[in-house]
Protein backbone atom coordinates (compact mmCIF):
# COMPACT_ATOMS: atom_id res chain seq x y z
CA UNK A 1 0.00 0.00 0.00
CA UNK A 2 1.31 3.70 -1.25
CA UNK A 3 2.07 5.85 2.07
CA UNK A 4 -0.58 7.87 3.33
CA UNK A 5 -3.53 6.90 0.23
CA UNK A 6 -6.22 9.46 0.22
CA UNK A 7 -10.08 8.66 0.15
CA UNK A 8 -12.36 11.36 -0.30
CA UNK A 9 -16.00 11.11 -0.11
CA UNK A 10 -18.77 13.36 -1.24
CA UNK A 11 -21.73 14.10 0.42
CA UNK A 12 -24.68 15.29 -2.27
CA UNK A 13 -27.45 17.41 -0.79
CA UNK A 14 -29.32 16.35 -3.55
CA UNK A 15 -33.07 17.50 -2.20
CA UNK A 16 -34.75 18.82 0.36
CA UNK A 17 -34.42 17.49 3.85
CA UNK A 18 -36.88 17.07 6.00
CA UNK A 19 -37.71 17.87 9.81
CA UNK A 20 -37.99 13.99 10.95
CA UNK A 21 -34.66 13.32 9.22
CA UNK A 22 -32.97 16.55 10.83
CA UNK A 23 -33.57 15.17 14.20
CA UNK A 24 -32.29 11.85 13.12
CA UNK A 25 -29.10 13.45 12.29
CA UNK A 26 -29.27 15.95 14.77
CA UNK A 27 -29.80 12.60 17.52
CA UNK A 28 -27.09 10.91 16.13
CA UNK A 29 -24.34 13.76 16.05
CA UNK A 30 -25.24 14.68 19.47
CA UNK A 31 -24.87 10.65 21.26
CA UNK A 32 -21.63 9.78 18.96
CA UNK A 33 -19.42 13.65 18.28
CA UNK A 34 -18.87 14.59 21.75
CA UNK A 35 -16.48 17.27 20.97
CA UNK A 36 -18.60 19.55 19.31
CA UNK A 37 -22.38 20.19 19.70
CA UNK A 38 -25.00 22.25 17.52
CA UNK A 39 -27.78 24.02 18.30
CA UNK A 40 -31.24 22.92 17.31
CA UNK A 41 -31.98 24.59 14.35
CA UNK A 42 -34.34 22.20 12.46
CA UNK A 43 -35.38 24.89 9.79
CA UNK A 44 -31.82 26.06 9.38
CA UNK A 45 -30.19 24.45 6.15
CA UNK A 46 -26.78 25.39 7.27
CA UNK A 47 -27.06 23.95 10.56
CA UNK A 48 -28.49 20.49 8.67
CA UNK A 49 -25.26 20.94 6.67
CA UNK A 50 -22.61 21.17 9.53
CA UNK A 51 -25.16 18.12 11.16
CA UNK A 52 -25.13 15.91 8.17
CA UNK A 53 -21.31 16.54 6.99
CA UNK A 54 -19.97 16.14 11.01
CA UNK A 55 -21.83 12.56 10.12
CA UNK A 56 -19.10 11.56 7.67
CA UNK A 57 -15.88 10.42 9.92
CA UNK A 58 -18.76 8.08 11.58
CA UNK A 59 -19.82 6.57 8.06
CA UNK A 60 -15.99 6.03 7.11
CA UNK A 61 -15.40 3.96 10.43
CA UNK A 62 -18.56 1.96 9.89
CA UNK A 63 -17.28 0.78 6.34
CA UNK A 64 -14.11 -0.03 8.08
CA UNK A 65 -16.07 -1.78 10.73
CA UNK A 66 -14.58 -0.31 13.73
CA UNK A 67 -17.19 0.15 16.55
CA UNK A 68 -17.60 3.97 17.80
CA UNK A 69 -16.41 2.52 21.18
CA UNK A 70 -13.01 1.92 19.70
CA UNK A 71 -11.72 5.15 18.65
CA UNK A 72 -11.63 8.74 19.10
CA UNK A 73 -11.44 11.53 17.45
CA UNK A 74 -8.38 14.02 18.24
CA UNK A 75 -7.34 17.80 17.39
CA UNK A 76 -4.46 19.51 17.64
CA UNK A 77 -4.26 23.69 18.10
CA UNK A 78 -5.00 24.86 14.43
CA UNK A 79 -8.09 22.68 14.37
CA UNK A 80 -6.54 19.75 12.61
CA UNK A 81 -8.37 16.60 13.49
CA UNK A 82 -7.43 12.80 13.57
CA UNK A 83 -8.79 9.65 14.54
CA UNK A 84 -6.50 7.50 17.13
CA UNK A 85 -7.83 3.83 17.60
CA UNK A 86 -7.81 2.19 20.69
CA UNK A 87 -4.57 0.59 21.00
CA UNK A 88 -5.32 -2.81 22.77
CA UNK A 89 -6.78 -3.57 18.77
CA UNK A 90 -3.51 -2.87 17.23
CA UNK A 91 -0.08 -4.22 16.90
CA UNK A 92 2.42 -1.87 18.88
CA UNK A 93 4.53 -1.85 15.94
CA UNK A 94 1.49 -0.80 13.88
CA UNK A 95 -0.33 1.74 16.34
CA UNK A 96 1.71 4.84 15.37
CA UNK A 97 0.58 4.21 11.64
CA UNK A 98 -2.95 3.37 12.21
CA UNK A 99 -3.99 7.33 12.50
CA UNK A 100 -6.49 8.69 9.97
CA UNK A 101 -5.95 12.40 9.31
CA UNK A 102 -9.11 14.11 7.81
CA UNK A 103 -10.98 17.28 7.13
CA UNK A 104 -14.26 18.32 6.14
CA UNK A 105 -15.58 20.92 3.57
CA UNK A 106 -19.48 22.33 2.31
CA UNK A 107 -19.90 24.44 -0.14
CA UNK A 108 -23.73 24.73 -0.86
CA UNK A 109 -25.11 21.34 -1.80
CA UNK A 110 -22.17 19.50 -1.70
CA UNK A 111 -20.37 18.43 1.22
CA UNK A 112 -16.95 16.32 1.66
CA UNK A 113 -14.25 14.59 3.50
CA UNK A 114 -11.20 14.23 2.94
CA UNK A 115 -8.54 10.95 4.77
CA UNK A 116 -5.55 9.58 5.00
CA UNK A 117 -4.09 7.04 7.17
CA UNK A 118 -0.36 6.93 9.01
CA UNK A 119 1.68 8.84 11.39
CA UNK A 120 0.06 11.53 13.02
CA UNK A 121 2.23 14.32 11.85
CA UNK A 122 1.64 13.16 8.39
CA UNK A 123 -1.69 12.77 8.29
CA UNK A 124 -3.24 16.15 9.96
CA UNK A 125 -1.90 17.76 6.38
CA UNK A 126 -4.29 16.94 4.57
CA UNK A 127 -7.19 19.87 3.04
CA UNK A 128 -10.37 20.00 0.96
CA UNK A 129 -11.61 23.12 -1.01
CA UNK A 130 -14.90 22.87 -2.54
CA UNK A 131 -16.46 26.05 -4.95
CA UNK A 132 -19.62 25.66 -6.67
CA UNK A 133 -19.46 27.16 -10.46
CA UNK A 134 -21.35 30.43 -9.86
CA UNK A 135 -21.51 33.99 -9.43
CA UNK A 136 -22.30 35.72 -6.37
CA UNK A 137 -24.90 37.66 -6.26
CA UNK A 138 -26.84 35.97 -9.08
CA UNK A 139 -26.81 37.96 -11.99
CA UNK A 140 -23.66 39.21 -11.92
CA UNK A 141 -21.95 39.03 -14.74
CA UNK A 142 -18.27 36.84 -14.67
CA UNK A 143 -16.24 39.93 -15.52
CA UNK A 144 -17.71 41.48 -12.53
CA UNK A 145 -17.21 38.94 -10.38
CA UNK A 146 -13.65 37.87 -10.85
CA UNK A 147 -13.28 41.46 -10.36
CA UNK A 148 -14.73 41.66 -6.81
CA UNK A 149 -12.59 37.85 -6.41
CA UNK A 150 -9.62 39.82 -7.41
CA UNK A 151 -8.19 40.72 -3.69
CA UNK A 152 -7.23 36.72 -3.94
CA UNK A 153 -5.61 36.74 -6.65
CA UNK A 154 -2.11 37.33 -7.70
CA UNK A 155 -0.98 39.49 -10.87
CA UNK A 156 -0.08 36.55 -12.56
CA UNK A 157 -3.32 34.70 -11.62
CA UNK A 158 -4.99 37.70 -13.03
CA UNK A 159 -3.93 37.40 -16.25
CA UNK A 160 -4.44 33.65 -16.31
CA UNK A 161 -8.40 35.08 -16.78
CA UNK A 162 -7.54 37.57 -18.96
CA UNK A 163 -9.43 37.43 -22.95
CA UNK A 164 -11.25 34.54 -22.25
CA UNK A 165 -14.54 33.04 -22.56
CA UNK A 166 -16.36 33.76 -19.58
CA UNK A 167 -16.82 30.07 -19.15
CA UNK A 168 -13.19 29.53 -19.23
CA UNK A 169 -12.94 32.29 -16.71
CA UNK A 170 -15.13 30.95 -14.04
CA UNK A 171 -13.72 27.72 -14.70
CA UNK A 172 -10.02 29.00 -14.00
CA UNK A 173 -10.96 31.16 -11.11
CA UNK A 174 -12.80 28.47 -9.25
CA UNK A 175 -9.78 26.48 -10.05
CA UNK A 176 -7.39 29.04 -8.24
CA UNK A 177 -10.39 29.30 -5.17
CA UNK A 178 -10.59 25.49 -4.60
CA UNK A 179 -6.33 25.35 -5.00
CA UNK A 180 -5.92 28.10 -2.29
CA UNK A 181 -8.99 26.73 -0.27
CA UNK A 182 -7.73 23.38 -0.33
CA UNK A 183 -3.89 24.52 1.30
CA UNK A 184 -5.07 27.02 3.49
CA UNK A 185 -7.15 23.90 5.39
CA UNK A 186 -4.46 21.86 5.11
CA UNK A 187 -2.47 23.71 7.19
CA UNK A 188 -5.15 24.83 9.38
CA UNK A 189 -4.95 28.14 8.81
CA UNK A 190 -8.03 30.61 9.85
CA UNK A 191 -10.40 32.50 8.28
CA UNK A 192 -9.26 35.67 7.43
CA UNK A 193 -5.93 33.94 5.46
CA UNK A 194 -4.73 36.55 2.79
CA UNK A 195 -5.60 34.37 -0.42
CA UNK A 196 -2.76 36.50 -2.33
CA UNK A 197 -0.02 35.28 -0.40
CA UNK A 198 -0.34 32.05 -2.30
CA UNK A 199 0.29 31.77 -6.40
CA UNK A 200 -0.64 28.73 -8.62
CA UNK A 201 0.92 28.66 -11.86
CA UNK A 202 -1.35 25.89 -13.55
CA UNK A 203 -0.10 25.81 -16.66
CA UNK A 204 3.53 25.36 -15.37
CA UNK A 205 2.70 23.29 -12.33
CA UNK A 206 3.76 25.23 -9.60
CA UNK A 207 3.13 27.04 -6.58
CA UNK A 208 4.41 29.13 -3.78
CA UNK A 209 3.21 30.79 -0.62
CA UNK A 210 4.80 34.18 0.02
CA UNK A 211 7.05 33.60 -2.47
CA UNK A 212 8.40 29.96 -1.52
CA UNK A 213 7.41 27.07 -3.36
CA UNK A 214 5.47 24.61 -1.61
CA UNK A 215 7.67 21.69 -2.58
CA UNK A 216 6.23 18.42 -1.66
CA UNK A 217 2.19 19.55 -2.06
CA UNK A 218 0.29 16.90 -4.14
CA UNK A 219 -2.99 18.86 -5.24
CA UNK A 220 -5.76 16.00 -6.89
CA UNK A 221 -8.26 18.41 -8.87
CA UNK A 222 -11.80 16.97 -10.00
CA UNK A 223 -14.98 18.62 -11.37
CA UNK A 224 -18.54 17.42 -8.95
CA UNK A 225 -21.62 17.12 -11.45
CA UNK A 226 -24.77 17.87 -9.23
CA UNK A 227 -28.98 17.03 -9.79
CA UNK A 228 -30.83 19.06 -7.28
CA UNK A 229 -34.01 19.09 -6.43
CA UNK A 230 -35.44 22.73 -5.68
CA UNK A 231 -38.92 21.98 -5.41
CA UNK A 232 -40.34 20.31 -8.50
CA UNK A 233 -37.34 21.15 -10.72
CA UNK A 234 -34.27 19.39 -10.81
CA UNK A 235 -30.96 21.76 -11.12
CA UNK A 236 -27.90 21.13 -12.12
CA UNK A 237 -24.55 22.35 -10.20
CA UNK A 238 -21.23 22.17 -10.83
CA UNK A 239 -18.51 22.26 -8.12
CA UNK A 240 -14.53 22.05 -8.23
CA UNK A 241 -12.75 20.49 -5.81
CA UNK A 242 -9.04 20.37 -4.75
CA UNK A 243 -7.40 17.65 -2.36
CA UNK A 244 -4.33 18.83 -0.89
CA UNK A 245 -1.91 16.85 0.87
CA UNK A 246 1.65 17.43 2.29
CA UNK A 247 3.55 14.30 1.00
CA UNK A 248 7.04 15.89 2.64
CA UNK A 249 10.37 18.02 1.83
CA UNK A 250 11.55 15.17 -0.52
CA UNK A 251 8.82 15.03 -2.88
CA UNK A 252 8.19 17.37 -5.65
CA UNK A 253 4.70 19.68 -6.20
CA UNK A 254 2.59 17.35 -8.02
CA UNK A 255 -1.05 18.83 -9.73
CA UNK A 256 -3.26 15.21 -10.31
CA UNK A 257 -5.77 16.11 -12.83
CA UNK A 258 -8.95 13.95 -13.18
CA UNK A 259 -11.32 14.03 -15.67
CA UNK A 260 -13.64 11.36 -16.03
CA UNK A 261 -15.73 9.14 -13.00
CA UNK A 262 -13.82 6.12 -13.66
CA UNK A 263 -10.94 8.11 -13.18
CA UNK A 264 -12.12 9.07 -9.69
CA UNK A 265 -13.80 5.85 -8.62
CA UNK A 266 -10.38 4.37 -6.88
CA UNK A 267 -10.35 7.16 -4.28
CA UNK A 268 -13.63 8.98 -4.07
CA UNK A 269 -17.16 8.16 -3.52
CA UNK A 270 -20.02 9.96 -4.45
CA UNK A 271 -23.22 9.37 -1.54
CA UNK A 272 -26.21 11.28 -1.19
CA UNK A 273 -29.10 12.36 1.62
CA UNK A 274 -31.32 8.93 1.48
CA UNK A 275 -27.95 6.52 1.56
CA UNK A 276 -26.75 8.92 4.86
CA UNK A 277 -30.26 8.33 6.21
CA UNK A 278 -30.93 4.55 5.26
CA UNK A 279 -27.35 4.21 7.32
CA UNK A 280 -27.97 5.89 10.42
CA UNK A 281 -29.01 3.04 12.49
CA UNK A 282 -25.89 0.95 11.99
CA UNK A 283 -23.75 4.21 12.94
CA UNK A 284 -24.00 4.11 16.52
CA UNK A 285 -22.63 0.99 16.84
Not at 46 to 67: E, V
Not at 182 to 190: D, K, L, V
Request: hydrophobic share 40%; glycine share 6%; aromatic share 10%.
Amino acid sequence: MAECPILVWMLSLNREYTVAEYDQCFKLVEECIKYTSFPYQPRNVDSFRKIITAMLPLLMMRHRRIPRAKWKDCSNSQGKHWIEQSEEDIPPEKFNHSMIGYHLAISNSLCGMAMTQGERQKVVNIGLGIVQYTVEPRGTSVATYVESMSHKLTALELRSLENQSEGVMLRRLCILLALKDSYIRAIGQPIGFDYARLEFDVSNSQATGDGTPLAGWEFRVFTANLGVARGPQLVQEQYECVCAFYRGPSSDIKFVWHQTPRELESWVQFINIDQMIKVIPKLTA
